[in-house]
């Protein structure tokens, strides 16, 4: 039935059809580039981290461009971090009984817009983190159970390969050592190896295909921005976010009130309480923020929500509280279908691809944007490596430099796009600076659109 009931609120917007957004977009170009043999970093300028896009490529393989595939597996991801979730915390006896409501919870709010719906990189990764759950609360004694605290790590590890910040659940596991772990020192050297394992190999790839510098300068370093743009206005963001934050605040007052409970489950809430806080750090380091960000929150409100839905308060109060929960939800999920958007006010606009019309003129091409639009790629493929226009920015920022015209010569050399989206105003000092690449190009009816003519 919790099965049927995430299905039932989930697929229909996802069949009604989303709006393509910016972003899946940009993840769909990097596993069809993938896809046509081309290495990350080396010929993909972008910070996607190495398993998302292997994720990407593997998909790509299997359905080519589809957001709907992109959103069943995203659907499947979400169910299978529920379910496991709560079948650690069953298995474990965290509470003093056995239930799904965690499960129900987490489902219910992952539910709340399309962007749960999206495959990003933070929801690939949050999976390995859950699933380094029981092995970060495993009791080891010395000489036993010291494979699982590896696992535990190298899950961890699986984690930051997906989205570099999630390396921050490294704290949670640390803090687990010490409530669970014999001797702390020595287990949480073992958890180390685990974490640097996967990276110990990624890195031995990267240096056999001399790659190692872009990979440190495009997943080790720029993934920590600290300077949030919020994609969604910071009001509607409080908006949508009211009802977790919510049953949250609520849930946390709840502990308060609990009786005599096991030291194992004593333990736990402590870990879980600096899962939340490690949690809100991880969304901190966010480059762009918005309601899909919070699908690291899930895990700890999920787990709190039990105390509150279990708790002593009257029973149909706590069943009218779910059906607010329920029917917020739907409210906010559908609100454009419901015809309700001017009510229920959340203005996403900016993670949506430009409907200019512009990117629809150019179709079945090779291109290169000399700027942010990803909207000329939509019916296009990429050509060079120059995806991320703020990575870009090293060649074509420093014209001046011989360095950066070379390495534009040799990107060029190899691949040459049909059209150019010159939406940085750089054909002219492109062409006076490279004139065996560029003098090619002509402009065409639309603006700042060259094609490659000779």
Known sequence: MLVFLFLAIRLPLVFLGIPATASELLHMLVGERMADGYAMYRDIYDTTAPLSAFVYWTIDVVAGRSYLSYRIVATLLLLFQAIMFNVTLNRHQVYAGKDYIPALLYLLMGSLT?????????????????LSLPYIITISREGFENNRLFVGGFMVGLAALSYLPLALFLLV????????ASNTFRSFLLMLCGFAFPYAVLITYYLYTNTTSQFVEMHLLLPWQFGINPLVPPAHLALAMALPAAILLLSLISTTSLPQRLVFQGKFQQLMTVWLVVSIIVLLTRHELSVGSFVVVLPPIAYFGEFLFTSRMKKWLLNLLFFVLLGGVLLIRYRQPLGIAAFVKIDDSRLLLPDNGAGDKIKGSSVLVLGDDLSYYAHNKLATPYLNWQLSKRHFGHLDEYQAVYDLYQNFRQETPEYIVDQA?????????????????????TAAVYKKVR
């Open 173 to 180: 596991a640390a803090f687990g050592v010490v409530l669970f």
């Open 425 to 445: 105003g750089l054909m002219s000092q492109l062409k006076h600076k490279l004139p065996s690449v560029f003098e090619g190009y002509e402009p065409t009816q």
């Open 114 to 130: 399309y962007e749960f719906d999206m495959l990003t990189p933070l929801l690939i990764g949050n999976t390995f983190i859950i």
